[in-house]
């Protein structure tokens, strides 16, 4: 008990007060650097040509010009990459889930005969593939080159989930799936009725990471889309990066439409309509991910 | 006890298809690939690719590069997450604390696209940042995306930018898990904050600190793909160029389909042994299973 009264009347050293101040200070700078350079993309998408040819902090735009917004809602097809991108996260999320209840739940029964044959192969592929070429060439041939269907079949069973779905599953209570059994249900009754409504934690983040994933999917769409209309999100900011979108806006000017701003400025603009929706609901959903991986991680 | 299997039967096939015969397709680089014959029908060519592979110009390049960069980023990006939890622990304000982590992790949800995007702004020789702070030292504008110098800096750097705070979390919950009772002991002994920091908080999280050491060596081969090619240039080719990026530009570009994959095959074996060798060790040093 003395030891507490110490600890309420413990003088503060100088030197830990300095170092509060440093580090208070230190972390505040680290998050500076970490949101500035998205600030800085903000601005860049609503100031015109001139602004934008000058070096500086640009932390506001002198002058606010909507150019740039104009033209991505009206000359890219963003409209169609919001509509494919959040398809393909809603069906390849549902799909994920699925899969992930449906094999976590046979390969968390100890007794299962031919249980580690199973586990062995689900895991290999995670380590080794095909590779790139004979991967497209399985595409080619099952007619799937320029189908949206693409960004969801080659996927859909994800290992992540496998692991996390069943290590969760197995720490479960057992006593609740053998009363079930008692009550005479079958297996398929009990994964629906009793096992799925207890993992909605494992499930909900396993959800999460799929739908971030493909959210963030590029590679494929890069290499097996042709059709612009198909494209997903990612891609459409990518082509303003990788082809000079200085053409585009000649073109435009031309038509008297974007004589104010560069390509630069349409391209931070496609940026900030791609993550703003994301960076909206951050803040809400990231306690989730961070539940998530110290469930998985602890556990290792 | 059948149903179990049946609801197995969807995932198994889906793996058959989509997992396992690609891997069939990689006696695609033992043969001379003619589309018209397809991959059964096409030649064996008596690993001519693989001698290509090695005698090739590019291929001690590209070698030599994947290694260096995925050296540097675990040798620069191992310590600074610990170091990052180590601060952020120190934070006695839980509402501070709680805030300014859930900003580090923001950009570990955002893709390569986006932060490459935002990178090239910053970096920018004609309106970013970077080179701004550079002129107000007196320095000269440096073009740090086309410089065979500053790229791989940039490579690393960003790459800090973006996972440091994500990779901090899993000490930051070791670190929580170590018990008061060592602290207030150390405290009667007159250690200063540093001195428990240094005695108390490391040694207790020696662990997990040398479980991810082990595992960052499993991705030995993995120099970054997608930043990188998001990133790079033909300017920059000869110190960013790595394995994967060669293979995409090769085999898509130039259709060199059979070369490329005895370059990717050569890839998966080697990075196999790496992962099958660390994750041995690591089986070894702790109780870590993954399955």
């Not at chain 1, 290999?124 to 949206?148: M, Q």
């Not at chain 1, 396993?206 to 590679?219: I, K, M, Q, S, T």
């Not at chain 2, 160029?241 to 259709?255: A, E, K, Q, S």
Request: charged share 15%; net charge positive; with cysteine.
């Amino acid at each position: 008990m003395k030891v507490k009264s110490r600890h309420k009347y413990k003088k503060q050293s100088v030197s830990g007060l300095a170092f509060d101040i440093f580090n208070y200070g230190f972390i505040a700078l680290f998050c500076l650097i970490i949101l500035l350079p998205f600030w800085n993309l903000v601005v860049l998408s609503l100031i015109s040509k001139h602004e934008s040819l000058s070096l500086g902090l640009h932390l506001w735009p002198e002058k606010i010009i909507t150019d740039a917004y104009m033209i991505v809602f009206r000359e890219s097809n963003i409209a169609y990459a919001y509509f494919n991108t959040i398809s393909r996260a809603v069906l390849g999320t549902a799909l994920s889930v699925a899969m992930s209840a449906l094999i976590g739940y046979p390969l968390s029964k100890n007794n299962l005969p031919g249980r580690n044959i199973f586990m062995k192969y689900f895991l290999i592929p995670a380590y080794i593939s095909g590779g790139l070429i004979p991967t497209y060439l399985l595409i080619r041939g099952l007619g799937l080159i320029n189908n949206r269907l693409v960004y969801v079949l080659p996927i859909f069973v994800s290992f992540i989930g496998i692991v996390y779905t069943r290590n969760y599953i197995m720490s479960l209570d057992k006593s609740l799936e053998e009363s079930a059994i008692i009550d005479g249900a079958n297996y398929l009754q009990i994964l629906f009725k009793v096992i799925i409504p207890l993992s909605k934690p494992i499930l909900a983040t396993v959800a999460l990471w799929e739908f971030v994933g493909h959210w963030n999917a590029w590679y494929d769409c890069y290499i097996y889309i042709m059709e612009p209309n198909k494209e997903v999100l990612q891609v459409i900011i990518q082509r303003s990066i990788m082809h000079i979108a200085n053409e585009e806006l000649d073109r435009l000017r031309a038509l008297n439409q974007g004589k104010n701003i560069l390509a630069e400025n349409v391209k931070a603009a496609t940026v900030i309509i791609t993550i703003g929706p994301i960076i909206l609901l951050y803040p809400f959903v990231q306690k989730y991910f961070v539940k998530g991986i110290m469930a998985g991680a602890v556990k290792g | 006890m059948k149903l179990l299997y049946i609801m197995l039967i969807i995932p198994v096939i889906q793996y058959a298809i989509f997992r396992y015969y690609p891997m069939y397709g990689a006696i695609i680089a033992f043969k001379d690939y003619k589309y018209s014959l397809g991959i059964l029908a096409s030649p064996w060519n008596n690993f001519a690719h693989f001698k290509t592979l090695f005698n090739d110009p590019y291929f001690l390049r590209i070698l030599k590069n994947t290694l260096s960069i995925s050296i540097l980023r675990i040798v620069v990006g191992f310590p600074t997450p610990i170091i990052l939890a180590l601060f952020l622990n120190e934070i006695k304000n839980l509402k501070f604390k709680k805030i300014t982590q859930s900003i580090t992790y923001l950009p570990h949800f955002l893709s390569w696209v986006v932060i490459s995007s935002i990178m090239m702004e910053i970096l920018s020789p004609t309106r970013g940042i970077v080179n701004y702070i550079i002129t107000l030292f007196g320095g000269e504008t440096i073009q740090f995306l086309a410089s065979k110098q500053y790229f791989v800096g940039v490579l690393i750097i960003t790459a800090l930018w973006k996972e440091v705070g994500w990779g901090s979390i899993i000490y930051l919950a070791a670190i929580s898990g170590i018990s008061y009772e060592l602290y207030e002991a150390s405290e009667i002994d007159g250690a200063n904050r540093f001195q428990k920091a240094v005695h108390i908080t490391i040694p207790s999280i020696y662990p997990i600190i040398t479980l991810s050491i082990i595992l960052s060596f499993s991705g030995l081969l993995n120099a970054g793909f997608e930043q990188i090619f998001n990133l790079y240039n033909p300017t920059v080719y000869e110190v960013a160029d790595i394995i994967d990026t060669y293979v995409f530009r090769v085999g898509f570009f130039d259709n060199r389909y059979d070369f490329a994959s005895a370059v990717g095959l050569f890839q998966s074996v080697v990075g196999l042994t790496f992962v099958l060798l660390t994750n041995y060790i690591a089986r070894k040093h702790s109780n870590y299973t993954l399955w």
